[in-house]
Structures are given as structure tokens and as C-alpha cells.
């Protein structure tokens, strides 16, 4: 069905360019030519938009999600595609291919995911020029997909990133009567500032661009109450703030899940793996617990390390030297004596300053605390959530509006959280309730000492255990309700 419409659609467009060829040849000889070439334009325009438009019986049943950017690195939209699934929708998932999506978005007989490449501009010339080409290329790419497909009832795109994609959706979504629904992360604009300063040329057209396009789109999605007072201040956006929230997969892990998780990592983690192993011994262990032939049960080992845990998308809204900092003075307060457990920190993560980081790493020489930077797949991801001890969270907002996701996760896992300090950030995390607010390493090292002192019989009896508690008790809204309350009645508002 889309191919064929496809066809004719191709078929259209070319018509409708020679007959604009053709007016302008024929526009040299007389009016009547002229008036010929604009009635047959007119009619092979309309004869378009009624194809680009033509509907079915399913066409209020399909829904497009659009990320540009990195699918398996998108947890939000991948919530969004299970959701629109989960209530009947058909879903058509666009975006860059790279890490594998969550196995519940990969095997979901509703959800159709269209991998569209990463392109570059020219590799010649100024850098303006190659980043012009390349929104360009993308735009001409992003174009043709969304046309190719069947006309959906509403897209469904994050911003960030949103250059070339608004402005792509927004014509699409005219061209084929389809709603258009942004859903806010953060302001794209601020993202670019990092680099290149607030006052650059092309920061200041991208936030022109934002708040132009952005004004243009049929609802609006954000992930904070401060983020909507700004867009409504500022621009003149109305927003739904669609707090992120945990699915039902971020839970506490039991005993038994934690011992395999942590027999699968210890054959690749060397930071897992017990040290010392006793020969003739059958007992299954890792750095953190056992489980006895005898009867297969599983502990947590009373000598263990505890289990510190950030995830990243190493950019550079996050300084990972703050936590380095932290981990350098916490070695020196074990090595003083201190009534502190060995350290076991995993970083988990992709992005362009791992590498970076990863260097910074190898110069360290802990003997006390033991670090990793592994990338877990996203079945493993909450199981390890649930797992740790304390998370850490560095993440800074560019823009100051947005939260962080990692905290969400962490939070619906029963995992206190240490948070370095932002603008908003009191929405999600509340200080010596569920967690820790701190401004810099000094802060957030001795945050780790206070909450670590005496482990594991802090996690019944100090502040560690309590912040659990606190977050047991709180319980929360997951996110299928949140997106029920929110988000569904856009979908079926006439």
C-alpha cells in the first residue's frame, strides 16, 4: 500500500517540476501559455496533497515516534513506542540505529523500527559548510522516510535534538494532516552553548530556530513544571510536563538475581571476581556474595565492597573529575582508618569524553577503591540498578530545566541517590530524604563517608537505610500511569 502510494506520489512530483519547467519556458510567449502551466500546477499540487493525505480506517490507530538520534540510547521514546503499543497503536519507530533498543521494543509485533542513517556534510571546506550540508542531507533524508510511510495520526518527536527535525516534522505533519507533538528533553540551543558560547552565531539561530518551530507543533510534552513555566513565559509554548518515571523493570533485585548478575559481569569485570580463590572450594562466588552447593542459597558476603554506581552519556554536562576527586579522598580516608568499605564504582555509558575519562582512570593507583566503565545491555542495566548500594549523579542541566533519567531509574529501584547541585533539581531529589544534594568533590566525598561509614550495618541502621525506607515507602507513580494520565488524552482529544 505505501509502496504504491509511493510510486505515485514520485510520479506526482516529477509532473509537477517539468510543468514548472515547462510554464517557464512557455511563460515567454504569451499569457495564455502562463495560464495553462499554473491551471495544470494547481491541479497536479491538489492531485498530490490528496495522495500525501489520503487516509484509511487504521490511520487514527498509527502513531510515529521520532528521535533523532541514537534508538537504544533513548529510553523516553522507547517508553512512549510501549506505551501507544500497549494501548492498540501502531507504531512506526524512526531513528539512528547503533545500541540494541530494550528487548520488550525489539520483539513488540505493533512497534516497526525504521533506521535511518547518521549523515556528514562535506569533509571539505569551512566548518560552517559541512555543518550546513549535513542539516541539509539529514533534512532531504528525514523528508522522503516520513513520507514513505503511511500517513500517521500524530508524530511524536524529542527535542533534542531538533535541528533539522522540527521544521522537517512540522511540514510533514501539514502536508499529510498528521498532529505533531514535541516532547521537550532540554533546550537544544543550551546543549550547543557548552561548545561553543552563548553568544555564538549559530547558538543564537538555533535558538531562534527552537522558539520559531517550536511554536508550531499541535501539543507539547516536557519533563519538569519549571521547564513549562519557561516555555510558556519565554516563548509562548503551552506544555504537559510528562515527569520522567520508572517502568515496572526498575525494581529492587533479590539475592539470587544479584549473585548471577554478578557471576555473568565477573567474566569480563575483573572488579567482580573474588580475590583469593580457595582451592577445592565449590562455592560459587564473586567480590560480593555466594551461593552454597549445599543447599544453593545465596549471601551477601559481610566483607564485601560496596556497590557505587553513575550512568553517563559522558558529555560535557557532566564532570566525572568531581566524583574522581570524591574516590581519591575517600582512599585516603580508608587508608587513615576509617571504618569504610573497599569501593567497587561502575560507570556505565557511552558518549564522546569516555575516552577521556577512561585515560584519567588509568593514571589513578586505589588500592581501596576499584573502578569500571563497562556498557551494559538494557536487560542488565536495572538488574544492576537494583543491585547497588548508593548512586551517583553528575549530570548538570545545560539548560538547568531538565532532570536526570539516571535518578528516575535509580529512584524506582529503592536506590538513594548523591546529586551534584542544580538549578531544578529539588523536583526529583529531595535532600536527607531520598537522597544527597552536593556542589563539589569536598561535599560529595564526605557524603560518601557519612552514608558508607560502618557498611553493610549502615544499610539497616544510618542514613542509607533510611533514604531506602524513605523510597519504599514513597512508592511512586511508574510510568505507565503517568503516560495513561498525561499523554493518552492528546491522542484522543478531537
Same mark, same amino acid.
Given at each position: 500500500?505505501?509502496?504504491?502510494?509511493?510510486?505515485?506520489?514520485?510520479?506526482?512530483?516529477?509532473?509537477?517540476?517539468?510543468?514548472?519547467?515547462?510554464?517557464?519556458?512557455?511563460?515567454?510567449?504569451?499569457?495564455?501559455?502562463?495560464?495553462?502551466?499554473?491551471?495544470?500546477?494547481?491541479?497536479?499540487?491538489?492531485?498530490?496533497?490528496?495522495?500525501?493525505?489520503?487516509?484509511?480506517?487504521?490511520?487514527?490507530?498509527?502513531?510515529?515516534?521520532?528521535?533523532?538520534?541514537?534508538?537504544?540510547?533513548?529510553?523516553?521514546?522507547?517508553?512512549?513506542?510501549?506505551?501507544?503499543?500497549?494501548?492498540?497503536?501502531?507504531?512506526?519507530?524512526?531513528?539512528?540505529?547503533?545500541?540494541?533498543?530494550?528487548?520488550?521494543?525489539?520483539?513488540?509485533?505493533?512497534?516497526?523500527?525504521?533506521?535511518?542513517?547518521?549523515?556528514?556534510?562535506?569533509?571539505?571546506?569551512?566548518?560552517?559548510?559541512?555543518?550546513?550540508?549535513?542539516?541539509?542531507?539529514?533534512?532531504?533524508?528525514?523528508?522522503?522516510?516520513?513520507?514513505?510511510?503511511?500517513?500517521?495520526?500524530?508524530?511524536?518527536?524529542?527535542?533534542?535534538?531538533?535541528?533539522?527535525?522540527?521544521?522537517?516534522?512540522?511540514?510533514?505533519?501539514?502536508?499529510?494532516?498528521?498532529?505533531?507533538?514535541?516532547?521537550?528533553?532540554?533546550?537544544?540551543?543550551?546543549?550547543?552553548?557548552?561548545?561553543?558560547?552563548?553568544?555564538?552565531?549559530?547558538?543564537?539561530?538555533?535558538?531562534?530556530?527552537?522558539?520559531?518551530?517550536?511554536?508550531?507543533?499541535?501539543?507539547?510534552?516536557?519533563?519538569?513544571?519549571?521547564?513549562?513555566?519557561?516555555?510558556?513565559?519565554?516563548?509562548?509554548?503551552?506544555?504537559?510536563?510528562?515527569?520522567?518515571?520508572?517502568?515496572?523493570?526498575?525494581?529492587?533485585?533479590?539475592?539470587?538475581?544479584?549473585?548471577?548478575?554478578?557471576?555473568?559481569?565477573?567474566?569480563?569485570?575483573?572488579?567482580?571476581?573474588?580475590?583469593?580463590?580457595?582451592?577445592?572450594?565449590?562455592? &560459587?562466588?564473586?567480590?560480593?556474595?555466594?551461593? /552454597?552447593?549445599?543447599? !544453593? $542459597?545465596?549471601? =551477601? *558476603? #559481610?566483607?564485601?565492597?560496596?556497590?557505587?554506581?553513575?550512568?553517563?552519556?559522558?558529555?560535557?554536562?557532566?564532570?566525572?573529575?568531581?566524583?574522581?576527586?570524591?574516590?581519591?579522598?575517600?582512599?585516603?580516608?580508608?587508608?587513615?582508618?576509617?571504618?569504610?568499605?573497599?569501593?567497587?564504582?561502575?560507570?556505565?555509558?557511552?558518549?564522546?569524553?569516555?575516552?577521556?575519562?577512561?585515560?584519567?582512570?588509568?593514571?589513578?593507583?586505589?588500592?581501596?577503591?576499584?573502578?569500571?566503565?563497562?556498557?551494559?545491555?538494557?536487560?542488565?542495566?536495572?538488574?544492576?540498578?537494583?543491585?547497588?548500594?548508593?548512586?551517583?549523579?553528575?549530570?548538570?542541566?545545560?539548560?538547568?530545566?531538565?532532570?536526570?533519567?539516571?535518578?528516575?531509574?535509580?529512584?524506582?529501584?529503592?536506590?538513594?541517590?548523591?546529586?551534584?547541585?542544580?538549578?531544578?533539581?529539588?523536583?526529583?531529589?529531595?535532600? &536527607?530524604?531520598?537522597?544527597?544534594?552536593?556542589? /563539589?568533590?569536598?561535599? !560529595? $566525598?564526605?557524603? =560518601? *563517608? #557519612?552514608?558508607?561509614?560502618?557498611?553493610?550495618?549502615?544499610?539497616?541502621?544510618?542514613?542509607?537505610?533510611?533514604?531506602?525506607?524513605?523510597?519504599?515507602?514513597?512508592?511512586?507513580?511508574?510510568?505507565?500511569?503517568?503516560?495513561?494520565?498525561?499523554?493518552?488524552?492528546?491522542?484522543?482529544?478531537?
Amino acid at each position: 500500500m505505501a509502496d504504491a502510494g509511493e510510486s505515485m506520489t514520485l510520479v506526482t512530483i516529477s509532473l509537477i517540476g517539468f510543468a514548472l519547467l515547462a510554464g517557464f519556458y512557455l511563460t515567454t510567449l504569451n499569457a495564455l501559455w502562463t495560464l495553462v502551466s499554473v491551471t495544470v500546477t494547481a491541479v497536479l499540487v491538489s492531485q498530490l496533497l490528496r495522495k500525501l493525505r489520503r487516509r484509511d480506517a487504521l490511520t487514527e490507530r498509527r502513531v510515529c515516534v521520532l528521535v533523532l538520534g541514537d534508538i537504544g540510547r533513548s529510553p523516553r521514546m522507547q517508553y512512549h513506542a510501549l506505551s501507544l503499543s500497549k494501548h492498540g497503536y501502531s507504531v512506526t519507530f524512526v531513528g539512528f540505529p547503533g545500541t540494541k533498543p530494550h528487548q520488550d521494543v525489539i520483539g513488540d509485533e505493533r512497534i516497526t523500527i525504521i533506521p535511518i542513517t547518521e549523515l556528514k556534510g562535506l569533509q571539505v571546506g569551512p566548518r560552517m559548510v559541512s555543518y550546513v550540508t549535513k542539516v541539509i542531507l539529514q533534512s532531504l533524508q528525514l523528508l522522503l522516510v516520513l513520507l514513505k510511510t503511511d500517513v500517521q495520526s500524530h508524530i511524536l518527536m524529542q527535542n533534542p535534538p531538533g535541528l533539522p527535525s522540527i521544521v522537517v516534522t512540522w511540514l510533514v505533519c501539514g502536508l499529510r494532516g498528521s498532529r505533531f507533538i514535541i516532547d521537550w528533553h532540554n533546550y537544544g540551543y543550551t546543549i550547543m552553548a557548552l561548545s561553543h558560547g552563548p553568544d555564538h552565531p549559530i547558538v543564537r539561530l538555533a535558538q531562534w530556530y527552537e522558539q520559531l518551530f517550536g511554536r508550531l507543533s499541535s501539543h507539547n510534552l516536557c519533563v519538569t513544571n519549571a521547564m513549562k513555566k519557561d516555555l510558556q513565559n519565554n516563548w509562548n509554548i503551552r506544555a504537559t510536563t510528562l515527569y520522567d518515571k520508572p517502568p515496572a523493570i526498575f525494581k529492587e533485585t533479590s539475592v539470587d538475581l544479584k549473585h548471577q548478575l554478578f557471576m555473568r559481569l565477573a567474566k569480563t569485570i575483573p572488579q567482580f571476581r573474588v580475590c583469593g580463590e580457595r582451592p577445592g572450594d565449590e562455592t &560459587e562466588r564473586t567480590a560480593f556474595s555466594c551461593r /552454597d552447593p549445599s543447599d !544453593l $542459597s545465596v549471601t =551477601l *558476603t #559481610s566483607g564485601r565492597p560496596a556497590l557505587l554506581i553513575s550512568s553517563t552519556s559522558w558529555t560535557e554536562d557532566e564532570d566525572f573529575s568531581i566524583l574522581l576527586k570524591a574516590l581519591e579522598d575517600y582512599e585516603g580516608f580508608v587508608e587513615a582508618g576509617a571504618s569504610l568499605p573497599s569501593l567497587v564504582c561502575v560507570i556505565t555509558g557511552k558518549g564522546p569524553q569516555k575516552d577521556h575519562y577512561r585515560k584519567l582512570i588509568d593514571t589513578l593507583s586505589f588500592e581501596h577503591v576499584k573502578i569500571c566503565t563497562p556498557w551494559l545491555e538494557a536487560e542488565d542495566y536495572p538488574v544492576l540498578l537494583g543491585s547497588a548500594d548508593l548512586g551517583v549523579c553528575l549530570h548538570k542541566s545545560s539548560s538547568g530545566l531538565d532532570l536526570p533519567m539516571k535518578v528516575v531509574d535509580m529512584f524506582g529501584c529503592c536506590l538513594p541517590v548523591c546529586a551534584i547541585h542544580f538549578y531544578c533539581l529539588h523536583e526529583l531529589v529531595k535532600h &536527607e530524604e531520598n537522597g544527597l544534594i552536593f556542589k /563539589d568533590s569536598e561535599e !560529595l $566525598s564526605g557524603q =560518601l *563517608t #557519612s552514608l558508607l561509614w560502618d557498611f553493610p550495618d549502615c544499610e539497616d541502621e544510618g542514613k542509607l537505610g533510611q533514604f531506602r525506607r524513605n523510597l519504599r515507602a514513597s512508592g511512586g507513580q511508574r510510568w505507565d500511569q503517568n503516560w495513561d494520565q498525561n499523554v493518552l488524552p492528546l491522542l484522543t482529544a478531537p
